[in-house]
């Protein structure tokens, strides 16, 4: 985690109380934070009576017989079950229901293009495209329970064949565009994927970029995929391989009604794959009540939007304008970009760019064109704007603007003031008012929201994701798994029961779920992060304990990193660690072992650098490279990343009696100090 040294005015004005516009409570969902204690305190006695009037929000095509199985406890055969025997699909609940209400003509999605190409999705036509993009899948076996790789861009066809999957009851398993091919073949044979989709290629700030030809030689390795589907997106010819589909012509030629597939409520909905502690990543199973009905609940009352479940008194073309930064190969994009806002009836916008091209205020520009209201995005991507200065943001009209929000890292002191103060025109003093910042904390594995505060109603302090939504009750444990009761103290992060939004298992490997998640802490659902809860009972997360990097807000697990730096011929060894960084909040720093015989060069730093993008994909890169002999290890021969972290920012590297080699530490110490002051 980045720490900021603070002026003593600093660390006064940053440990002061922010509170929303008052007018936001006024007909908001929930009114006070007295409401909000009543109504927590009731989803904890009684989550029962809690979650089954939430589910209410869902359309059923059967009833469930029970909310869920509280016998579950957290041990080996811990499976959570919520809504148990209800039968529903939800893509019906993002779009067909809203078109039988009557609403068929009003938006549901704009999607935006970087060269500002725009597609505004009705219900009716979202519909079309989706039952289109859902026949050709049937056109091409797929089935019930197949699972469906989905490798694109953020171009509109990738909301479109995620939502054609849901609509047949296919298991989408999204790849981030920005992994490698090699990353994508890990991920199909891992859940045996019928097909593949991807684009021919994908525009970046201008250029065009190849995507499908990046998968000759690997794709061919893939032996449960049945057809690559090829999306245009430039239309170049990419087409080499007898398994190529041109996908785009297949849907044309498509007809626009496709039945929703009726499914279970615990059917799994999707795979998305994250980074762990150790080996590759885990393909993380949500399925389809319990993740809608958590993404609904969350969205609802945190961010407070109209929308077509409950208009606030508003005509449903003058709803509010959500717009989600994010990628919708992270969890952010799927929850929150697609599934959450469609079956809520929000409008929500889908964004295909980068926030810096063609200029530094597109975001801001988006805000001011179409209308947005409640604007989401990362710290890093904050960070990075705000070293454009205040006047990129001062040029447009942000006026509709009633929330902002954030996702992903601790959104530190430096840029909290700036999103307050120059996008929300916050207020300071003594009592700051101004527009929400809405801290959220959450996990891939978690489906939504965890900790959050209520945009209308939360006073806010900066860093923090302040209280736990509803039905969601957190614990600070020491290593004994005892609660910690001491305030201001650093502890482990975790919860002591389901929730609907839960994961469910890891992809063919439930055990790996156990173990991971609910072994460390017996009874709990461990996060992997250390929090903190202050004297006001304000909670904040002060970072991972285990393995996982997160840079620019992507996860990374160390374990993937230095697999991918390990298969460059001349090394014969690495260990990766987080390092600070100003904008992407950390980047790695790799410990690099070479061959015998091989001479360190600037150029093999270089040449090591481009074979990790090449592997991993461009997202995944070392950025400082340190040479060395060796890295200190256990006896049982496990990286100390710890005393690594350590010796790379120069901290004290404390005990380290339990190290197999403890000798080459001082030769790490050494050549940390040769390295000098790192700059970016
Ligand atoms: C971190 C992203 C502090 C945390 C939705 C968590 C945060 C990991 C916050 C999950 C936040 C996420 N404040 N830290 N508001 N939100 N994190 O799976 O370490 O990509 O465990 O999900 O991001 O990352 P993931």
Same mark, same amino acid.
């Given at each position: ?74 041990? @080996? ?17 993002? *779009? ?33 495209? /989706? ?54 073949? @890990? ?31 690997? *794709? ?7 057809? /690559? ?51 590759? &990543? ?66 929500? *916008? ?56 954030? /996702? ?6 430096? =840029? ?19 527009? &929400? ?21 939360? &006073?806010?302090? &900066? ?18 798994? @005892? ?119 600037? @150029? ?60 080459? /530490? =001082? ?14």
């Amino acid at each position: 985690m980045v720490k900021f040294y603070m002026s003593s005015e600093q660390e006064k004005e940053k440990s002061k109380k922010y509170y929303p516009l008052p007018e936001l409570s006024e007909n908001a969902r929930v009114k006070s934070m007295d409401e909000y204690k009543k109504m927590w305190k009731k989803s904890i006695e009684d989550p029962d009576a809690f979650w089954a009037e939430e589910a209410k929000m869902v359309d059923w095509f059967e009833p469930y017989d029970k909310v869920w199985i509280q016998e579950s406890k957290y041990d @080996d055969n811990f499976v959570g079950q919520w809504f148990v025997g209800g039968k529903l699909n939800v893509v019906y609940n993002c *779009i067909d229901r809203w078109i039988e209400k009557g609403y068929g003509d009003e938006i549901a999605l704009i999607w935006i293009g970087e060269d500002d190409t725009e597609k505004k999705y009705t219900y009716k036509t979202l519909k079309d495209d /989706v039952c289109k993009a859902a026949n050709a899948l049937k056109e091409l076996g797929v089935e019930k329970g197949d699972r469906v790789c989905i490798w694109l861009p953020m171009v509109a066809d990738l909301a479109i064949v995620m939502l054609a999957c849901a609509r047949i009851g296919a298991i989408h398993s999204i790849v981030f565009g920005g992994f490698s091919a090699e990353s994508v073949k @890990d991920r199909i044979d891992d859940s045996d994927c019928k097909l593949l989709i991807v684009a021919d290629q994908t525009r970046r700030a201008g250029k065009a970029k190849p995507m499908k030809d990046n998968l000759e030689g690997i *794709i061919e390795e893939c032996s449960s995929i049945e057809h /690559v589907c090829i999306v245009k997106v430039t239309g170049a010819d990419t087409y080499s391989y007898d398994k190529d589909v041109d996908f785009t012509a297949l849907m044309d030629k498509q007809s626009t009604d496709c039945e929703c597939e009726v499914m279970d409520a615990e059917d799994p909905l999707f795979i998305l794959y994250t980074s762990g502690t150790t080996g590759k &990543p885990k393909g993380v199973v949500h399925t389809t009540a319990g993740y809608l009905v958590y993404g609904m609940s969350t969205n609802k009352y945190v961010w407070d939007y109209s929308c077509l479940i409950d208009l606030k008194g508003v005509k449903p073309k003058d709803r509010d304008v959500w717009y989600c930064t994010a990628d919708i190969g992270w969890i952010t994009g799927h929850t929150q970009i697609i599934y959450s806002p469609l079956a809520l009836g929000a409008i929500s *916008i889908m964004y295909e760019g980068v926030p810096t091209w063609p200029h530094k205020g597109r975001f801001w520009e988006l805000c001011q064109k179409y209308n947005v209201t409640h604007f989401y995005t990362a710290p890093t991507a904050i960070r990075a704007l705000m070293k454009f200065g205040d006047e990129e943001v001062k040029k447009w009209d942000l006026s509709k603007l009633k929330m902002l929000g954030t /996702v992903g890292e601790v959104c530190n002191w430096p =840029e909290w003031k700036w999103y307050w103060t120059v996008v929300g025109n916050g207020s300071t003093g003594e009592k700051p008012v101004g527009r &929400p910042i809405v801290d959220s904390y959450w996990q891939t594995e978690t489906g939504s929201y965890m900790m959050v505060n209520f945009g209308a109603i939360t &006073p806010m302090k &900066p860093g923090s994701c302040t209280f736990p939504f509803f039905g969601v009750n957190p614990k600070l444990l020491d290593e004994e798994g @005892d609660e910690v009761e001491k305030t201001n103290t650093q502890a482990y992060f975790a919860y002591d029961r389901p929730w609907p939004g839960l994961m469910r298992s890891v992809w063919g490997d439930h055990p790996r779920f156990v173990n991971t998640y609910l072994k460390k802490f017996d009874g709990h659902y461990f996060t992997g992060d250390y929090a903190m809860i202050d004297d006001e009972g304000y909670y904040f997360i002060l970072g991972r304990s285990d393995d996982v990097i997160k840079v620019s807000g992507h996860r990374l697990g160390s374990a993937e990193v230095e697999s991918a730096i390990n298969s460059h011929p001349k090394v014969a060894e690495s260990a990766v660690v987080p390092y600070p960084h100003p904008v992407k909040g950390s980047t790695i720093f790799a410990y690099v072992t070479l061959m015998t015989g091989v001479d360190p060069s600037d @150029d093999l730093k270089k040449d090591i650098q481009k074979h990790t993008r090449k592997v991993a994909g461009p997202a995944v890169l070392p950025e400082i490279i340190m040479f060395t002999e060796a890295v200190p290890k256990t006896r049982s021969g496990k990286i100390m990343r710890r005393i690594l972290k350590a010796i790379a920012t120069k901290q004290d590297i404390g005990n380290t009696m339990t190290l197999a080699n403890p000798e080459v /530490v =001082e030769n790490l110490i050494e050549e940390r100090e040769k390295l000098g002051e790192i700059k970016f």
